[in-house]
């Protein structure tokens, strides 16, 4: 029995349910794990003192604390939460009265803008300097409260801000330009002068050549297109003369704006003073308070990428519910032409296509690829038509969309190829600074995700790696003016997965410690098993499945592939004959682990080493979920064997390992189950894919240009493919370990050695800070 450290009394709010907080000498229930994971808020608290036998217990009920707001967060988006724009506020407080009066339609919003002045007379983002949010934030609201001929003394701090930094625009990087800027910066500069506002340095070289942008620009506008069909335009109104609002009007999403945009409505509603446009914009001052956001609603794009973090982080089994809840919520606005940052659009973007598009077909959900043809165009992918510039953000969640990829699905492959050519000539080029977000660790993301291809994608190598290149509550996201997305960049999933993932790793430790025993005590050096072997063997089991109340799943798949390997070079050894091999099998099958008729010394310790680990393993499965395997792993166990001993060309290891897993975990695999058509061609394809792949990690051949290796390579693709549509269109937990299992197949096969010795320095031992 495992032995606890000793007791200690504790005192702390319990819920009623105290039996399920371990007391004594037991360890920790799995119903105790269950309620931990499903963050279920008890009834009542009640103040009692346990004994609790382990301080995991205690750090349990922190942790469980300690997610509590993420999770009250991700119950809440709504219809997004992101930080207010003084920019697009300015051009509310600009509509005047819409039945005559000389008076704002929104008194509040012009007082927003006087009472959100920062100390050094520009409006923006306090925490984060750009020149282009600055500058034109401050121009937008001097121009409005000039407008009104109010607080004339904070109209002179904006003035000189402006005189003092609107050089710093010659230096500025394009590629952070706000969206829209050289449309809409020359539309204010001239309402500025209509104004009278002679101070501001109209004739700069700089402003000429943003002028000079503009110009050119408006020229490659297709007039007729943006009047009749939603084009990134009307995101922009306000910067544009000439337009046909008759024909504008009909391109309003049911909400009444146009694709989301306030300053842009704002505009729609002084030229039309639409009723659509005015319940639009008034909802929204009603609601911030006289401020408003960059873009309202947001609700498809942060519920998207809240799923992404908790995933990526390694924190989503804590949050099953909220993500079920969320990604239903998004296939609810699915089109066949994609998505966009909010409900009702009938603009979409490549970006949220493609995230939403990956996430929805990775949960089961049923998603056409060919929604990626609306955004190709000459052999090339961009974010929307008539995009510009392409940044590098859209186009890497393409690339990671069109990895989970079903047979035959060509647009995918033409999607992977552009991406990861895109992506390699920006990371070559040093071109990562983005149109879209500013964080410190995307360069390093991008990198990453380009060197460890989906297939080889393990979870805690994913999640050790996302934490560092996480940029938390640091991360500044632009549109036309900056603006922060709390619901998705904050420091909360940072701490929760910086403490998840310490935990886990101190669980690793443990276990790499009493493996190492396992292997000393059962001499498995004297049988061919170097101690390299045996860490790597644990590292891909600790890699894929962490959790820790999984102890015992993880070391039984450990376990299992090192026996594996033990009795495979034991059999295809050429001292090793076939009667010996006989024995060794009959010896198992009666449970047996004397020396037989003609059984070797080093077979009967072979034997003995099995029969105690599928002992141990039984223990296991008993004492946490009541049931007794142990004739199902013996019974899986004896058909392996009989296989390699007939030397079968695939020996089924991978089949195996699925189904230990699988019964080890306590999901049921009954005799039906065995012979479903899926579940036998799912093992089928996994044992193929695998004895391939593990063809190529002893040579280390893949990706070398090679005509058989390329063409080998080819058919694993292919036959990957197939698994991971088998997987995701027949989801459930025990079809999802063949690709578990096929995945650190091809991990081992695809990475170098020293690539693998850094990742389990890195995953087991060196702790998150």
Not at 421 to 437: G, I, P, R, T, Y
Request: charged share 25%; hydrophobic share 40%.
């Amino acid at each position: 029995m495992k032995t606890f450290p000793t007791l200690q009394l504790h005192s702390f709010p319990a819920v009623p349910y105290k039996r399920l907080f371990s007391v004594a000498n037991q360890g920790p229930s799995n119903e105790y794990f269950t309620l931990l994971r499903s963050e279920v808020l008890p009834q009542k608290n009640y103040k009692c003192i346990v004994k609790v036998v382990h301080r995991d217990f205690i750090q349990d009920v922190d942790a469980w604390r300690m997610r509590k707001p993420l999770r009250e967060m991700l119950d809440s988006m709504g219809d997004g939460r992101t930080s207010l724009s003084p920019y697009d506020t300015a051009w509310i407080a600009l509509v005047r009265n819409l039945h005559g009066l000389d008076l704002p339609q929104f008194p509040s919003s012009l007082q927003w803008i006087a009472n959100n002045q920062l100390s050094d007379g520009s409006w923006g983002d306090e925490h984060f300097f750009l020149a282009y949010d600055r500058l034109l934030n401050t121009l937008a609201c001097i121009v409005a409260l000039k407008s009104w001929n109010v607080h004339a003394q904070k109209i002179e701090k904006g003035i000189t801000f402006i005189q003092e930094n609107i050089h710093k625009l010659e230096s500025a990087e394009a590629e952070n330009m706000t969206c829209g800027f050289e449309i809409v910066f020359p539309a204010l500069l001239q309402r500025a002068r209509n104004l009278g506002i002679d101070n501001i340095p109209y004739d700069a070289p700089v402003i000429k050549e943003i002028y000079a942008a503009r110009n050119q620009k408006l020229k490659r506008i297709p007039k007729d297109l943006m009047h009749t069909v939603p084009t990134s335009l009307l995101f922009s109104l306000e910067g544009l003369q000439d337009l046909d609002w008759k024909k504008l009007l009909e391109l309003q999403t049911p909400l009444g704006s146009f694709l989301t945009s306030p300053s842009s409505t704002a505009f729609a509603l002084m030229e039309t003073k639409d009723d659509k446009c005015f319940r639009y914009l008034d909802d929204i001052v009603q609601k911030f308070n006289g401020g408003a956001p960059h873009s309202y609603p947001a609700d498809l794009f942060p519920r998207l990428w809240a799923v992404d973090r908790l995933q990526r982080l390694g924190i989503s089994r804590f949050f099953e519910s909220q993500i079920n809840d969320l990604l239903h919520y998004v296939y609810g606005f699915w089109t066949e032409t994609g998505i966009f940052s909010a409900r009702y659009s009938r603009f979409c973007d490549i970006d949220d296509t493609s995230m939403g598009f990956r996430l929805l077909r990775l949960h089961g959900f049923s998603v056409n690829p060919d929604v990626f043809k609306h955004f190709k165009k000459d052999n090339k992918f961009s974010c929307y038509g008539g995009q510009m510039v392409e940044s590098a953000t859209p186009i890497f969640n393409l690339y990671r969309a069109s990895q989970v990829q079903f047979p035959g699905e060509t647009i995918l492959e033409e999607a992977k190829k552009f991406s990861y050519s895109f992506l390699q000539d920006k990371l070559e080029s040093h071109q990562l600074a983005d149109k879209w977000v500013i964080s410190e660790g995307l360069s390093d993301e991008i990198s990453k995700g380009l060197e460890l291809p989906w297939y080889a994608d393990l979870p805690r190598v994913e999640a050790r790696f996302y934490i560092e290149q996480y940029g938390g509550a640091t991360d500044v996201w632009i549109g036309k003016s900056l603006y922060r997305m709390p619901d998705i960049s904050n420091n909360v999933y940072l701490d929760v997965a910086k403490f998840d993932y310490n935990r886990c790793q101190a669980q690793h430790k443990t276990e790499w410690n009493e493996i190492q025993k396992w292997y000393a005590n059962a001499n498995l050096q004297e049988l061919g098993i170097t101690r390299k072997y045996l860490l790597h063997a644990y590292f891909l089991a600790a890699a894929t499945i962490f959790e820790p109340e999984r102890s015992h799943v993880r070391l039984a798949w450990a376990k299992s592939q090192i026996i594996c390997k033990i009795i495979t070079s034991h059999f295809n050894h050429e001292a090793t004959s076939l009667e010996q091999r006989i024995d060794f099998i009959e010896n198992f099958r009666n449970n047996v682990d004397g020396l037989g008729k003609t059984i070797s010394k080093t077979g009967h310790e072979i034997l003995n080493i099995l029969l105690k680990t599928l002992d141990q393993s039984s223990k296991d499965a008993w004492r946490i979920h009541g049931r007794d395997i142990s004739h199902q792993l013996h019974d899986a166990w004896g058909a392996w064997l009989m296989k390699l001993n007939e030397g079968v060309e695939c020996n089924e290891e991978a089949e195996l390992l699925v189904y230990i897993i699988n019964i080890c975990a306590g999901h049921m695999v009954s005799e039906e189950t065995l012979m479903d058509p899926v579940y036998k061609r799912l093992s089928k394809l996994t044992n193929k894919i695998c004895q391939q792949l593990y063809g190529y990690e002893n040579e280390k051949v893949l990706g070398i240009d090679d005509c058989s290796t390329e063409n080998n390579s080819t058919e694993i693709e292919r036959d990957m493919q197939a698994l991971v549509e088998l997987v995701f269109c027949e989801s459930n937990v025990v079809n999802q370990t063949f690709l578990m299992v096929a995945k650190t197949y091809y991990y081992g096969a695809y990475c170098s050695p020293e690539t693998i010795d850094f990742h389990i320095s890195k995953v087991l031992f060196e702790r998150v800070v």
